[in-house]
């Protein structure tokens, strides 16, 4: 019997913008909202549980310390409350859903402390390209990341995702980080830029080798890109990945992001219908990203019969 699998949230901003939250433009986008309403966070939390969500993504994709310092003018140790705060929110939602859970069987829901790459702290769309990692060391990144992994453990996130990486440098980094706290679990999934290259351009087969090195891996995957893309990027690479670990997928609705007016909505995919195909594929582990929301993590279980 194969397992059933895990069906991850949404985007975490997406549905904050939809609750009238502005954003864009924000260095800290939705992980200010951790400062300035952590209630909002708990209701969208709620929200994607209520839709069938297994994994709860906390809103730290966009938290750091340095950014917290900056832009909130919070001390460094406050910074790091403020991180925590993040698995501590997601936590109590999910206590307080299965507290009032009707559905016997229903499966414990799992936090997910999410890491964001340096790009997304610089707040110039790198997160894509991967350009820093020409001017950077892995000992840097290493530097970088270790703070915010360190506080997401410290918290009890029951896992750490390791988010839209766009290099294979910056994977290095993270893989050596992690092994600083062997007691964590977590997954790797990497931004894509076509059907077999990560966003820097290096092959996604290479990517998932580096991300394997890992013995402390769940899943490793992709995460916001097209839809179409998942399948033939999990096919470039699937005899580079451990036979003993599963894929982790969870693409962006389809719709492309234009700087200048915003989300064209004319392109949209209704992934669900792809995601038996992710599933034969050995992906275990399975959710949206950007202006993926509750009625389409529903629509997705409902296909995937979980």
Known sequence: ?????????????????????????????SARILHSNPQAIKDVHYRYLQSGSDVITTATYQASI???????D?????????????????????????????????????????????????????????????KMT????????????????KAGADLVAMETIPSLK??????????????????????????????????????????????????????CCPALLVKPLLDSAKSHKKADLSWVVYPNSGEEWDPKTGWKTKKRTSFAKLSLDWKEQGALWIGGCCRVGPADITELKEQLHV
């Open 66 to 72: 340095e950014g917290f310092v900056k832009y909130l």
């Open 170 to 223: 910056e994977a290095e980094a993270l893989v050596e980080v992690l092994r600083e706290f062997p007691e964590a679990k977590a997954w790797f999934s990497f931004s894509c830029k076509d059907i077999q290259n990560i966003s820097s351009g290096r092959r996604f087969s290479e990517a998932v080798q580096v991300a394997c090195r890992s013995s402390q891996l769940v899943a490793v995957g992709l995460n």
């Open 1 to 29: 019997m194969d397992p059933s699998p895990f069906i991850l949230d949404g985007g975490l901003a997406t549905e904050l913008e939809a609750s009238g939250f502005q954003l864009q433009g924000d260095p800290l986008w």
């Open 74 to 134: 919070l001390r460094p140790e406050e910074a790091q409350q403020m991180i925590m705060s993040g698995v501590q929110l997601a936590k109590e939602t999910v206590r307080e859903f299965m507290s009032h859970s009707t559905v016997s069987d229903r499966r414990e829901p799992v936090v997910a402390g999410s890491v964001g790459p340096y790009g997304a702290f610089l707040h110039d769309g790198s997160e894509y390209t991967g350009a820093y990692e020409d």
């Open 138 to 153: 892995v000992e840097e990144l290493k530097d970088w990341h270790r703070p915010q992994i360190q506080c997401l453990v």
